[in-house]
C-alpha cells in the first residue's frame, strides 16, 4: 500500500466540511455514548461493537477455533447464536439487561464471571454504553460484505470524531493497518503551511505571538540594553560579554533597532557562535570521547566530528547539506572522487565528509569476546535508526523495534525498512588526511602516552621473561605430575634450535642455557600438537605469583587501551564505510577498511525481527522511508550495497519533509527561549506534546528553507523580534501567572540559568584565564580529586587515572573541549545538569539540588577561579589608578572601589550599586581582619598512585603502581600562597559573587 500525500494536504479541509454534517447527525445520547440519529443498529455494530469485540474479546473467544473458551464463539452472528458451554444465549436481543455478555461486562451480576478477566481490561462507561445501546436495538450483526459496505458509506462521517484512518506501508496486523488517528495528534506529518511569505520582517513573527497571547493580557516592555547585550551573547557565544563591549553597546547613541541589529550580526560571525551551537547539536547527538560500556575505549578521533560541526555553524553550512554529510558523507565523498566535481561543489573536502560521519558512530557500542557479534551488530542498526529519527525527524523510532508503534503511523514494517538503510553501513576508523582548519596543537602531549606504553611493554618483557621451560618443568613437580612427557618435547625442540656461538665454539654449556633459547609457549604448543594430557601441560602463565597475574593483565589491557588513546594524534576519522559485513569476533583495537570489503562478509538481508530478537527473524524488508511521507520521497532506496545512505538523506533533508523542517525549527527556537515551540524536540508522535503556536511553527519551517536552509538567518530574525526583546519583568505578574501558568505566551521572556559549560566557561571567562583557541584533541582540566584518582574498573582491568594538562592554558579550554568519557563525569558538570552521552538530550534539564551548593561555593575550581578574579580585578585597578597592586601598605581607598567596580563590571556586565559597594568593602576588609599574613603552600600533585584489587583468574589480592607522567610536568593554577592577604579576602567576596544568582542566571 502507497501513501497518498493527497489525503495529507486535504486533511484539514476535509474536517471542515465534514463538520456541518457531523452536528446535523449528533443529535442524542444513549448510555453516555455518542450515537447518529439515522444510524441504524447495524452501523452501530461495525462502529463500534466489532472494534470492541476484537479487542476485548476474540483473543478468548474467537482467535482459536479449537480452543475458545466457555465454546462461546464471537467471531460472527452464527457463532454466539450456537450457543455456549452454560447452555444459555450470551445475547437477547432488544434485552440488554438480559444478556449475559452485557451483564459479564458491567463485572456486577453475581451470576456471570466479569469479562474481560483482567481488570485493567474492562470496558468504560461509554463502551458499556454501546453495548447496551446495541442489544437492546436489536443486536442486528451484519456479514462481512455488508460491514464493509456502511465503513464505506460512513467513513467520512465517522472520521470527524473517530478519528482518520492513514496508509502506510500496512502493519503486523490489519486492526493496526487499518485504525484511526486523532487529526490533532498527526499534526507533524502534515504538510507545512505558509501563514505568510513575508520572511524578511521579524514582526511576522511577533504577529504570530500576538494572535495567540490570551485577551487582555499586556506585554512586558523591552529589556535594557545591558540585560540585552549579555541575554544574546551568551544566547550566541555561550560567553559573557566584555565589559568594553558592554559599555559601547550601552553608550551607542544611535537607535535602538539598529544598534540591536549590529550586535546580531557581529555576534553571528564570532567564531563562538559555531561553539555554542556545537553545544546544542552535540547534546541531540550524544557525542562522547570514549565508546561507554564494559570497555569504556577512548574514541582517539571523535574530537574531529566535534569540529567539523563547530566549522559547520561557523560557516552556516545549509541544513540539507549538514543532514546530507553526517548520513552519507562518504557515499558523497566516493562520487566526488569519481567525477570531475571540486570540492566546493559540496562545500566540503573529502576528509571533511569522511569525518562528518562519526555521527553514526556517536552511540555507545562495543564488541568485546564475551558478546555474540550478531547481537553487538544489531545494537548498532537499531543505535543508528533511532538516532537519525530523533535527530533529524523527532521521532523515536524505537518505539516501532518490536511491534507496530501504538501511537504513531510508524509500522514495525517502516522502522526495519529504515534500518535496512544502514545493513551495509560498517564501522572503522578510516584516513582523513588532516585539513588546514583543523587545529592540530597540542600533538606533543602524546608524549606522556608514548611513556606509559614503553613502561607497559617493559613490564609485560619482565613477566615473560619468567614463563621459561624450567618455569614449567617446576609447576609440574609442584603438583606432583610426570614430566616425561613435558621433557620430550623440549629436547625436540632443543634438537631443532642453531647452535649459539658458545657451543660452535667448542665450549660447553649445560641444559638451563640452552633451554633459554626456548619458550614456555612453545613447549606447550608442541605438546598440545602431540595431543599429550592436558593435565600434563603445564598452564601458559606457569611460576607467576598473585602479583604477576595481576600485572601482566593490567600491562596488556593497558596497551590494548592505549591503542585507541593514540589514535588521537593520527589521520583517521571516527567513521563507517560500505560493504559486506566481516566476521569478527571481537574489537579491541581501531578497525580499517578491508581491501575486499564488497566480496568478503555477509551480505545482510534485513528481516522484520520479532519481538525485536536478532535470532528471530521474519519477513523481509527492502531499504526504504517512513511510509507516512513517502511521497515526499523523490527516489527510492536502492538495494545495492552502496548509495542507500544517501537517497534516504536526501528523503530527510528534502524540502518538503514537515518533520525534519519543523523539527529543526523547533530546537532553534528553543535555543533561544529555552523552551520549544513543541514541547518534546526529539518526539513529535502523538504522546509529545504539540505546538503551542503551530502557525509560527509552520513559518519558522517555510522561512527556513526559503532561506537557503541558513542557521544564521534564523537566528537573526528570531533575535529581532520583539518577543526575543522583552524583559524577563511582566507589568502584570499576577495576571499573567493566571491566565498563562504554562508560561508560553511569551508575554515576557523567560529567565534561564546557565549551562553547566557556560557556568564554568563564564568562570574562566571573568578571571582572564579563559584560553579562547577553537577545535584541537580534548583538553583535561581538573576535576575532583576523589573522582580523578578513584580506580575505575573497565573489562579486566583499571582504567588510567584522570591526570589534567600540565599547563593551565591548557586546561583552561572551553567545556565544550574537555575529555567526555562515559565512565566518568566532571562532577561539576554532572551536578549542573550537562547530560550524559548515553541517550539524545533533546532538551537540558535544570535541577537545583543541594550538591550543587557544595560544588559551587566550596569545590577547588570555584576557589581558584575566585582567586584568579580577586587577582584581576586588583591588578587592573591598581594598574588604572597607576598604584601598586602589592607591597608593604594597605591600597589606596580608591583603588579598592576601583577593584570592586571592576569585579561587578566582569562578573555582571554592569557597575555596583552604593549600596552594593559597601557591602563588599565591608565584608572584603572584615575577611581581611581574619587571615594570616602568609598562606600555606599547595602540596604538588601526585605522579603516582597505588591501586589494590583482586585478581579475577585467581582470586588473590595483588598491587600495583600506577605512574601519572604528566602530572610530573604539572604547572598549578594561581595559588593562595602566591598573593599577599588582600587578595586573598577578596577572593571570598568574588566567592560570593560567583556564586549569585545575577552570575548564574541570563535575564
Not at 297 to 326: L, S
Not at 682 to 687: D, E, I, V
Not at 956 to 966: D, K
Amino acid at each position: 500500500m502507497k501513501f497518498s500525500m493527497v489525503s495529507l494536504r486535504n486533511l484539514e479541509t476535509k474536517w471542515e466540511s465534514l463538520l456541518l454534517l457531523t452536528v446535523a447527525c449528533l443529535t442524542c445520547q444513549v448510555g453516555g455514548a455518542p450515537c447518529l440519529a439515522d444510524e441504524d443498529n447495524a452501523a452501530l455494530f461495525v462502529r463500534r461493537i466489532a472494534p470492541l469485540l476484537q479487542e476485548k474479546c476474540i483473543a478468548c473467544h474467537g482467535s482459536e477455533a479449537e480452543n475458545i473458551e466457555g465454546s462461546l464463539d464471537l467471531l460472527s452472528d452464527a457463532g454466539w447464536r450456537s450457543g455456549s458451554d452454560s447452555g444459555v444465549l450470551a445475547i437477547v436481543p432488544g434485552k440488554a439487561d438480559e444478556s449475559p455478555l452485557f451483564l459479564a461486562a458491567t463485572r456486577e451480576a453475581d451470576e456471570w464471571s466479569a469479562m474481560p478477566p483482567k481488570d485493567a481490561e474492562r470496558l468504560t462507561a461509554e463502551e458499556l454504553g454501546w453495548l447496551k445501546e446495541w442489544i437492546a436495538g436489536g443486536a442486528t450483526w451484519p456479514d462481512q460484505e455488508e460491514s464493509q459496505r456502511i465503513a464505506l458509506e460512513y467513513e467520512d462521517a465517522w472520521s470527524v470524531e473517530d478519528g482518520v484512518r492513514l496508509e502506510t506501508s500496512g502493519g503486523l496486523s490489519a486492526d493496526w493497518t487499518n485504525r484511526r488517528y486523532a487529526p490533532e495528534s498527526i499534526w507533524g506529518y502534515q504538510p507545512v503551511r505558509t501563514p505568510s511569505a513575508n520572511f524578511d520582517d521579524a514582526g511576522m513573527l511577533d504577529e504570530f505571538i500576538v494572535q495567540r497571547l490570551p485577551a487582555g493580557l499586556a506585554v512586558a516592555p523591552p529589556a535594557d540594553r545591558t540585560q540585552l547585550i549579555r541575554r544574546a551573547t551568551f544566547d550566541l557565544t555561550g560567553l559573557p560579554p566584555s565589559p568594553e563591549d558592554v559599555r559601547r553597546f550601552v553608550e551607542d547613541p544611535r537607535a535602538d533597532d539598529l544598534v540591536w541589529a549590529e550586535l546580531v550580526d557581529r555576534l553571528l560571525e564570532s567564531p563562538h557562535y559555531g561553539e555554542r551551537m556545537a553545544q546544542h547539536w552535540l547534546d541531540v547527538v550524544r557525542y562522547a570521547d570514549s565508546s561507554g560500556f564494559a570497555n569504556d575505549y577512548d574514541r582517539g578521533n571523535a574530537w574531529r566530528y566535534r569540529d567539523y560541526v563547530v566549522r559547520a555553524f561557523n560557516e552556516d553550512k545549509p541544513y540539507d547539506q549538514f543532514v546530507r554529510e553526517q548520513i552519507a558523507g562518504d557515499e558523497i565523498a566516493e562520487q566526488m572522487t569519481h567525477s570531475d566535481a571540486p570540492p566546493t561543489a559540496t562545500g566540503s573536502s573529502v576528509s571533511e565528509l569522511i569525518v562528518a560521519t562519526g555521527f553514526l558512530r556517536m552511540g555507545p557500542w562495543e564488541l568485546t569476546s564475551m558478546e555474540v557479534a550478531k547481537v553487538a551488530r544489531q545494537r548498532f542498526l537499531d543505535d543508528a535508526t533511532n538516532s537519525v529519527g530523533e535527530t533529524f525527524l523527532a521521532h523515536s523510532l524505537q518505539c516501532a523495534r518490536c511491534h507496530d508503534h501504538k501511537f504513531d503511523p510508524i509500522p514495525t514494517r517502516d522502522y526495519y525498512s529504515v534500518q535496512a538503510v544502514f545493513a551495509t553501513t560498517q564501522l572503522c576508523e578510516r584516513v582523513a588526511p588532516f585539513s588546514p582548519q583543523e587545529n592540530v596543537e597540542g600533538f606533543g602531549e602524546r608524549k606522556y602516552l608514548l611513556k606509559r606504553k614503553r613502561e607497559l611493554e617493559q613490564s609485560l618483557k619482565v613477566l615473560n621473561a619468567k614463563l621459561t621451560v624450567s618455569s614449567g618443568r617446576a609447576w609440574l613437580t609442584e603438583m606432583g605430575r610426570d614430566t616425561a612427557a613435558y621433557d620430550s618435547a623440549v629436547e625436540k625442540l632443543l634438537a631443532a634450535l642453531p647452535l649459539d656461538p658458545a657451543e660452535q665454539a667448542g665450549s660447553p654449556t649445560t641444559q638451563e642455557e640452552r633451554e633459554r633459547g626456548l619458550s614456555l609457549g612453545e613447549v606447550r604448543k608442541l605438546m598440545q600438537q602431540r595431543k599429550a594430557p592436558p593435565e600434563l601441560i603445564p598452564p601458559a602463565k606457569a611460576g607467576f605469583t598473585p602479583d604477576d597475574f595481576g600485572n601482566e593483565r593490567v600491562a596488556r589491557k593497558g596497551l590494548e587501551r592505549l591503542k585507541w588513546e593514540l589514535e588521537r594524534y593520527e589521520p583517521y576519522a571516527l567513521a563507517v564505510y560500505n560493504g559486506r559485513t566481516p566476521q569478527v569476533k571481537s574489537v579491541s583495537r581501531p578497525v580499517r577498511v578491508p581491501e575486499q570489503r564488497m566480496t568478503q562478509g555477509e551480505l545482510e538481508q534485513t528481516c522484520i525481527l520479532t519481538g525485536g530478537d536478532p535470532f528471530a527473524s521474519g519477513m523481509p524488508v527492502s531499504p526504504g522511508v517512513l511510509s507516512i511521507l513517502g511521497a515526499v520521497q523523490t527516489s527510492p532506496v536502492p538495494d545495492s550495497v552502496k548509495g542507500r545512505r544517501l537517497a534516504f538523506a536526501d528523503w530527510v533533508a528534502s524540502p518538503d519533509n514537515p518533520l525534519t523542517t519543523r523539527a529543526i525549527g523547533n530546537r532553534i527556537w528553543m535555543w533561544h527561549f529555552n523552551v520549544p515551540l513543541a514541547g518534546n524536540p526529539n518526539n513529535f508522535g502523538a504522546s509529545g506534546k504539540p505546538p503551542t503556536h503551530p502557525e509560527l511553527l509552520d513559518w519558522l519551517a517555510a522561512r527556513f528553507v526559503a532561506k537557503g536552509w541558513s542557521f544564521k538567518s534564523m537566528h537573526r530574525v528570531i533575535m529581532l523580534s520583539q518577543a526575543y526583546q522583552r524583559s524577563v519583568s511582566h507589568p502584570d505578574p499576577q495576571r499573567l501567572s493566571e491566565v498563562d501558568p504554562a508560561g508560553v505566551s511569551y508575554a515576557v521572556f523567560k529567565p534561564r540559568r546557565l549551562t553547566a559549560e557556560e557556568l564554568r566557561d563564564a568562570m574562566l571567562a571573568s578571571t582572564g584565564e579563559l584560553n579562547p583557541m577553537l577545535g584541537g584533541i580534548p583538553a583535561r582540566p581538573e576535576i575532583n580529586l576523589e573522582a580523578a584518582m578513584q580506580p575505575r574498573q573497565v573489562m579486566g582491568t583499571f582504567a588510567a587515572a584522570w591526570t589534567p594538562n600540565p599547563l593551565p592554558r591548557e586546561r583552561h579550554r572551553r567545556s565544550l573541549y574537555t575529555l567526555k568519557l562515559r565512565g566518568l563525569v566532571d562532577p561539576l558538570l554532572e551536578v549542573f545538569n550537562s547530560p550524559s552521552p548515553d541517550f539524545s538530550c533533546e532538551r537540558r534539564d535544570t535541577s537545583m539540588v543541594t550538591p550543587q551548593v557544595f560544588s559551587l561555593f566550596n569545590s577547588q575550581f570555584s576557589h581558584a577561579r575566585a582567586l584568579a578574579l580577586a587577582n584581576r580585578c586588583l591588578t587592573e585597578a591598581s594598574n588604572a589608578l597607576g598604584l601598586a597592586a602589592s607591597g608593604g601598605g594597605e591600597l589606596a581607598e580608591a583603588a579598592e572601589i576601583a577593584a570592586i567596580e571592576r569585579l561587578y563590571q566582569l562578573a555582571y556586565s554592569r557597575s555596583p550599586t552604593e549600596h552594593e559597594l559597601q557591602i563588599c568593602l565591608e565584608h572584603w576588609r572584615a575577611v581581611d581582619a581574619l587571615l594570616p599574613d602568609e598562606a600555606m603552600a599547595a602540596e604538588a600533585p601526585a605522579v603516582s598512585v597505588r591501586r589494590d584489587a583482586v585478581e579475577e583468574n585467581t582470586g588473590e589480592h595483588f598491587s600495583f603502581e600506577e605512574r601519572l607522567y604528566a602530572n610530573e610536568d604539572f604547572v598549578p593554577d594561581l595559588q593562595p600562597a602566591d598573593v599577599n592577604r588582600r587578595t586573598r579576602s577578596l577572593a571570598d567576596v568574588c566567592l560570593a559573587i560567583l556564586n549569585s544568582n545575577e552570575f548564574i542566571y541570563l535575564y
